[in-house]
C-alpha cells in the first residue's frame, strides 16, 4: 500500500523557531571553540544545514558527514548497526556534536557513541531533532533534542518514506494513500 503525507506533525515556522533556540544553546557552550558537527545521512541533511546557519559566527565550526546503516529493511530498526560511512576529518582531540534528524529505539546513536568513545574525540554530544522516546530500546544521552514526538511514521524535513518526501518543509505525519 502506497503511503503519502498527511497532516503537518510540525510546521516550517516551529522547526526554524527550535533550531535557533538549540543554535543559541551550542553558541553558548562552544563560543570560541571549534566544534565539528557530524550530520547522519542522509536524515539530518537538512536539520544541519539550518542549525549550522544559525550558530553565531563566535563558534568556530567544522561540518562532517557519515553514514550508520541498520541490516535489515524497512521501518523497523534490526538490532545490528553498522558504520557505513566513516568521517575523513580526524576527529582526535575534537569536540564532536553528532547531529541527527531523529532518535527512535537508539541503537543507531548508541553505535555511534561506542564509535566515537573509541576515535579519540575530545568531547561527544548528541543533537536530535526529534525524539520517538518511547520506543528507545538503548538509553543514549542526548544533550539537544527538538521535540518529543509520538510513535508516529514521520516525514519531511529530511526523513523519507522510500527515499521520497525528504524535500517537504514541514514534518508529516503518512497515512495510507487509500484513506482519503
Ligand atoms: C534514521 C535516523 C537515525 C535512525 C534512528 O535513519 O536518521 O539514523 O533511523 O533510528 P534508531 O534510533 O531506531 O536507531 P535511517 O536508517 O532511516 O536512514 P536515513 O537517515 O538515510 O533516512
Do not use: W
Not at 562532517?64 to 582526535?92: H, L, N
Not at 526529534?130 to 514526538?149: H, N, T
Amino acid at each position: 500500500m502506497a503511503l503519502k503525507a498527511a497532516e503537518v506533525l510540525i510546521s516550517q515556522e516551529r522547526i526554524a523557531e527550535r533550531v535557533k533556540t538549540i543554535a543559541a544553546e551550542i553558541g553558548q557552550k562552544y563560543a570560541g571553540q571549534n566544534v565539528l558537527m557530524i550530520g547522519i545521512l542522509r536524515g539530518a541533511v537538512i536539520f544541519l544545514s539550518d542549525l549550522v546557519r544559525e550558530i553565531p559566527s563566535s563558534v568556530d565550526v567544522t561540518i562532517e558527514f557519515m553514514k550508520a546503516s541498520s541490516y535489515g529493511a524497512s521501518t523497523q530498526s534490526s538490532g545490528e548497526v553498522r558504520i557505513s560511512q566513516e568521517p575523513t576529518i580526524d576527529v582526535r582531540g575534537r569536540n564532536v556534536i553528532i547531529v541527527e534528524d531523529i532518535v527512535d529505539t537508539g541503537l543507531t546513536l548508541r553505535r555511534l557513541c561506542e564509535y566515537f568513545s573509541a576515535s579519540g574525540a575530545a568531547s561527544v554530544e548528541v543533537c536530535v531533532l526529534l525524539d520517538k522516546r518511547e520506543r528507545r530500546v538503548a538509553e543514549v544521552p542526548v544533550e539537544y533534542v527538538g521535540f518529543v514526538i509520538p510513535d508516529q511514521f514521520v516525514v519531511g524535513y529530511g526523513m523519507d518514506y522510500d527515499e521520497k518526501m525528504r524535500n517537504l518543509p514541514s514534518i508529516h505525519v503518512v497515512r495510507e494513500a487509500a484513506e482519503e
